[in-house]
């Protein structure tokens, strides 16, 4: 589970500098290693796609786990009421900037053919890039809450009555 997770934060890493640097050079028009704007902009639409499919799927899978683990051993139900309520605080960020990302993907690509003013595609960037990192801290505290809840499952932490 942690290395998952640490793979998962680099990915991130990775896909904010990429966002980051993608803006910069539509913004300045330089190339990257020789990779134009609208290649690394595909690139890293990607890269970022993947890593929001695998934070997803971390909590996902860590929530199946958890409901397997209350229904065969008797658990507290609670652990997996709280497993839901971590998906419910993730999941509406995460697919509202994934929206916002693939937007601004897609209407570079009407920029590029001259269909869309360049100024929408720049709003959309800023609004993107502005909302993915509120989106990564939100992510950021969801995996310490659902660390936490995994450790009190496992009787590592114990749960003193005390919600998250």
Known sequence: MFIFMIIIYVFTGASFILLLLTGLQGYLGFTVLGVNHPTLGFLTAIIYLFTEVMVMFFFVGTGISIKEYVHDQNGDPQLHARSIAIKRKLYPPTLLNVLLVMAVFI????????????????ILFLAAIGHFAITIRKQHTCFKENTVLVLKMVNILPDNGKNL
Not at 107 to 122: E, F, K, L, Q, S
């Open 107 to 122: 209407v570079g690509g009407g920029v590029d053919t001259n269909v869309i003013p360049a100024w929408i595609h720049n």
